[in-house]
Structures are given as C-alpha cells and as structure tokens.
C-alpha cells in the first residue's frame, strides 16, 4: 500500500442529482450519509440552493450535522420554482463563488461532502448557469437518482447523457421507490436495463419508505457502496499512473526517468487551466506546448466540433472535397500575408514543412532548373521532427544521432551580417531551392530573437536571387508575436507559408502549407508528364479539424483578441525585466507573448529549467523548458492577474531552486 493512501484522509465529494425533481433525491442523500458514518466516515452535507421546501434543515437533523443551516443551504428562496426564477421573484442573488468557497470548507473537515443538487442537471441556477455548471465548478463525481417505474429509461438515458456530454464523471444511478404499490415490470426491470443501455453503474434501489426514521435500517445493504469507495480519486489516479507506465513511451522523454518518476495525469481543463486526476488545478503556462489559443473548452469551437460531428467526421481529398476544407482555406487565404493563394493540408507542423521542402524541390525541377536543389536554413533552426525537417534543423544533437538517415543543406548562421548571406546566395544560388525560416524568433532553440529588418532582408535577397523563402510559422502563427503572423511585423510576403500548432485553437491536429499561385502553377502539366505533386496523408483536410480551425479563426475577429493582446504583452515587458536583476539570470528575451528567461551558466546536465518548472508545479504552474531556458507562452486569453500570478511563481521558483 502506498504511504499516501494511509495518511491522506478521504476528503472527498459527491454531488446528488436527480432525473427530475420529487424523484428521492433528498432521502438517497440522507441514506448514504448514514451508510457513509455507520462505516465510520465523517460526513458532511450541503444542499447550495433550496426553493421552497425543508430538505436542508432535514438533511441537517438527519445525519446530525453541527454545521449551522446557512453553510448547509446559504442560498434559499420562498417559492417551489426554478431556481433562477424563485431567485428573481424574490430579488435575491445565488453566488456560486460562495457555494464553492463554502464546500472547500467542509471538504476540510470531513471524509465525504454530499452536496445535493437542486432538481435535474438542466436546472438554471442563474440565467447562464446550470446544476450541471456546478458540479463541474465544485469538480464533483455525480450520483444520479432516478425513480422505478414506466418512463423512467428514457428520462435516467438523457440525464446520463447529458451528464456525460458536460464532462461530469457519473459514479452511477441509485433508484428510489417512490409508490407503496407493489412493483411491477418496469420497476423490477429498470436497474439491469439502465445498466446495460447507459453502460453505467447502478449503486442500488432505495425501498418505499414508510417513515423517514428508519432509512438507515431499511436502507442498509441496498447500495452498493464499495464500488463506490473504490472509485475514489487517489485511486483512480494510482491506476492511471501504472498504466501509463505499462504502455505509453512519451515523446522526447528518457523513459528510464520517467518510469521512476510520478507523472501528473490530466484529466480535463478550463480556460487556461489543467486540472490532474485528483481535482488539483494548474496554471498552464505554455500552453498545451504552444498549440491552446483561446483557453480550453472554447464554446465556439465546442459547438463547432459538435455541428461538424453529426454531418460528417472525414473524407478523403484524394479525389473528393469537402465542406470544412474548402471554407477554412478560403479563411486562411484571406488571412495570410499576401500573395498566397492555395492551401495545402496535412496533420502537424513537421508535415507542413515537409510538405514546403518537396513543394520547392520539385517546383525547380518541373520547370527547368533542376540544378536548384539545395535547402538552406539557419544554425540552430527547429523545423520539426520526420527526417526531412530534421534535415533542414540545426539542433546538433539530432543531426549526429540521425546523421545516416538526412540529407545535405545548407546552415547559414550569422543574421547580424546578411551581406554574407548575399555572398553565399550569389556564389550558388543556381543550386539553391529554397530558405527555410522561423521569421523572428526562433522558438526552439531557445526563444532567439533575430535582428530588426533582417527578414526584409532575407526577402529582398531570395527574390533578387530566385529562392524561395518558406516562412515556417508553425510556432510564431495565429497572434503569439502580437500579429495574427510575424512576417506581418516587417511586411514581408514569403512564397511558402507552414501553419500548425495554434491553427486549430490546440483542439485537432491540422496543417496547411500556404502558397503563391506561381508555385502552384508549375505543377499545372499533362498528366502524363508525371509532374504531379506526389504527397498526401490520409487524413489530408480532415473536416472535424477543419471545422475547429475555422471556430477558432472567427473567435479573433469576435473577441478582437489581437487587440486585447496589446496590454498583456505591455505587462509581460514590464514584468520580465525584474528577472535582469535575478543573478543567474543571463538573458530574457520576449517577442509578444512568447517568452524565454535563460539561466546560467549552467551545464545542460544539470538540468536547471526541468528543476525550475518542477518546483514552479508546486504552485500549481505547469511549464516546460527548453534547455537553460524557461519558456513562457500561454494562451492569448490569459488575464493580467493570471499573468502575474505566473511570473511571480516563476520568480519563486528561480529563487527556491537556485
Ligand atoms: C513545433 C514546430 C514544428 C513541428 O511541429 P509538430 O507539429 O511538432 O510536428 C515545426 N516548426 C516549428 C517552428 C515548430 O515550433
């Protein structure tokens, strides 16, 4: 048994709904409470919002509750209505900010909290909030009472459902008997059908009650309550954790530290927060590695993903279109820096530079120049991971562990004196395809700024000399740098254009390489010339992620969000230049709102930014460094609070670990 499991106490909720109202919600709270302490757990209850009624003040009585009524009901309203309306008739307001604060509380002080809802998950508590928005706010396992009797299927399917569609865990349904009648078809029928139709657990019935002062005697052994204790969270998370070990091999990771070590297991998110297995939330401060732009669990793209799932999931475009690809091209072109015209699909951002590598390899050699074959790129550039972007790389260490296996560039390494990139380009731009840049900032390798002007530079360069410049935005697109692109910051137009990683918000893998018309129109030849561009991956144009990135893109234009941007990465600037003073601070570098804050000098061994970032995920911030380097790049929505509260943590962490 592990040492956490003995010392830990329980600490644990549960959240009571119902099917509808009147169904024995209140005594199937009652009962497991009593069950609960008959087993030695001390219990605590809450019924957050009663109309009408005396439920609370029963539930009080019942389990012996020396808790005062108004922490166990702090919000009550006179008529027997919905919520939000007996809330209104009686000009009252129901704030959940403290129905929450007050549950933490008696989270504290006992084993269980029960916390009963107010009738069935669709029940409005205000006119926006739902019992369901609760329970996911309290971050509760739900029980589901519903009655015996005809009808009763059909009711208990769609509240499983659309507990399930709002992400709620449901531990199962506990049926309450609520006619003295004696039972017939339906009721002796209803759990093992629920249980088979809902694939859900059913806890138990509850017998016809004839008074209310034996529940604990008629009630017990009719739930089945293990099942329900084991299912506790510490629980499931031990579970979780065995079998990641047992059969994922995470990317980028020695497996040999990560099987001695606990990872944290995600379980669901909201806004720009991760919340783990065990409820805990973390400030998540690189966004999901660089993809989540609008915060997690977006309704527009909710909804979108939604709408597209029940007209079509995929479709080839190897020989067909389809709805979603077309429209979201048609939004890109529109977007992009001008001039390009024609969108090519793949899944991820390694793919979308491949894509552009074949695209102005094959681009020469179609239209007669087919001694242009060089790709040059710069010293220390990250274009992803297959061998063709690994290829166009300059992380040493990749280069010398796949050396066999990519093929010859050209590594160009000095940005501050572009004069020798002119050298270079007049001497042989006859065997030079294409250069492949991170216009700006060169994410990877550590959040490297380049110099001011010389992507223009670059662009008057390769077009004086007939290269093709590939813009390779896979990190910098979709407003990271201030600007919906960075070449926007110097009005460049590359010729080739790589998007992924925010393209669809971080919901969906999605990629496109963008074009000019020109590099489209030299593979425009009789087919039996074999001029075809012969690339494609099955999942090409896939219209759920189609549709996700186009929800994602019209949330710009909705939200302004690159406007709002502007004040968060004034605050970001200010913030960050606390850290100069910071004594192993060597340099901090930011372009918009990606951040990298270097730390030295250390040797890589020593591993400083993974001891930073763990230390900072004691304070519930989640990062990932790159080297000596702790990256910042959280999703656009982050608020000025939350991003201090991130630099601040960071600065603790620093200051703890050094
Ligand atoms: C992340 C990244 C890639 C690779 O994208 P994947 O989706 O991980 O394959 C390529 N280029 C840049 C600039 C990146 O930051």
């Known amino acids: ?22 169904v024995g919600k209140t005594v199937v709270t009652a009962a497991l409470g009593l069950l609960l302490q008959k087993k030695g757990y001390k219990v605590g209850v809450m019924k957050p919002v009663q109309c009408g009624g005396q439920d609370a003040k029963f539930l009080r009585t019942t389990l012996r509750s020396k808790d005062p009524l108004e922490k166990i009901n702090p919000f009550y309203a006179e008529e027997p209505l919905s919520p939000h309306l007996a809330f ?19 989270l504290n002080k006992y084993d269980f909290v029960l916390v009963e809802g107010a009738g069935g998950l669709m029940v409005p508590l205000t006119e926006d909030y739902f019992v369901a928005d609760l329970i996911r ?32 865990n449901v531990s199962g349904v506990i049926f309450s008997d609520t006619s003295r009648k004696e039972r017939g078809i339906p009721e002796q029928t209803n759990p093992a059908e629920i249980k088979t139709l809902g694939q859900v657990p059913v806890l138990g019935v509850i017998p016809y009650l004839r008074s209310v002062s034996d529940i604990l005697k008629e009630c017990d052994g009719q739930i089945d309550l293990d099942s329900l204790l084991k299912a506790d969270r510490p629980a499931l998370t031990r579970q979780f954790r065995k079998w990641d070990k047992e059969y994922i091999w995470h990317p980028f990771t020695q497996m040999k530290d990560w099987l001695e ?69 048609q939004k890109l072109v529109e977007i992009a820096p001008g001039g390009l015209q024609k969108v090519f699909y793949s899944d991820n951002g390694s793919t979308a530079v491949e894509v552009a590598l074949k695209m102005s390899y094959q681009y020469w050699q179609n239209t007669g120049r087919a001694n242009k074959k060089m790709i040059v790129h710069l010293a220390n550039s990250y274009h992803g991971d297959t061998l063709g972007s690994v290829s166009v790389g300059g ?47 060169q994410g990877a390798a550590g959040m490297l700024l380049w110099p001011q002007h010389a992507l223009r530079r670059i662009r008057e360069l390769c077009t004086k000399y007939e290269i093709l410049l590939i813009a390779d935005e896979v990190a910098t697109g979709f407003g990271r740098t201030g600007k919906m692109f960075a070449c926007e910051h110097e009005s460049v137009h590359p010729d080739i254009l790589c998007l992924a990683k925010g393209l669809t918000g971080g919901y969906l ?19 039996k010339e074999q001029k075809t561009f012969f690339h494609g991956h099955t999942y090409t144009g896939n219209p759920l992620a189609c549709a996700a990135a186009l929800a994602n893109l019209k949330i710009f234009e909705k939200d ?48 400083m930014g993974v001891k930073v970032c763990q230390k900072a995920r004691e304070r519930g911030v989640i990062l990932r460094p790159l080297g000596n380097v702790i990256v910042l790049m959280p999703s656009l929505v982050i608020s000025i609070e939350e991003l201090k509260f991130l630099l601040d943590t960071i600065r603790w962490a620093i200051e703890e670990v050094l």
């Open 88 to 106: 209104r008739r009686a000009e009252k307001n129901i704030d959940i900010i403290k129905i929450i604060s007050i549950y933490q509380e008696l």
């Open 509 to 527: 893998p999605l990629a496109a390489t963008l074009t000019k018309k020109k590099i489209f129109d030299g593979f425009l030849f009789d087919h």
């Open 137 to 168: 706010d309290l971050n509760l396992d739900t029980i589901i009472v519903s009655r015996l009797g005809l009808g009763t299927i059909n009711h208990t399917l769609l509240t499983v459902h659309q507990a399930r569609q709002a992400g709620l």
């Open 560 to 607: 302004n969000t690159l406007k709002k941007l502007a004040p968060k990465i004034e605050f970001l600037r200010d913030g960050l230049r606390a850290f100069r003073d910071l004594s192993h601070v060597v340099e901090v570098r930011q372009l918009g709102m990606m951040v990298g804050i270097e730390l030295g000098p250390f040797a890589w061994e020593e591993r």
């Open 395 to 441: 992380i040493e260490l990749f280069h010398k562990v796949y050396r066999d296996l990519i093929f010859k560039t050209i590594s160009f390494d000095t940005l501050n004196d572009l004069d020798k990139l002119e050298e270079l380009f007049e001497k042989s731009h006859e065997e030079m395809a294409a250069f492949i840049v991170e216009p700006l900032i």
């Open 261 to 329: 070590d606990e990872p944290l297991v995600i379980d669901r998110a909201d806004g720009c927060y991760l919340i783990d297995t065990d409820g805990n939330r973390y400030l998540d401060g690189v966004s999901s590695l660089w993809v989540n732009v609008h915060g997690h669990r977006r309704k527009e793209i909710d909804a979108a993903l939604n709408e597209q799932i029940n007209k079509l999931s995929h479709s080839t475009l190897l020989g067909l279109a389809n709805t979603a690809s077309i429209e979201l091209a």
């Open 1 to 22: 048994m592990d040492k956490s499991e003995k010392v830990k106490p329980l600490n644990r909720g549960i959240f009571i709904t119902a099917t509808d109202t009147g």
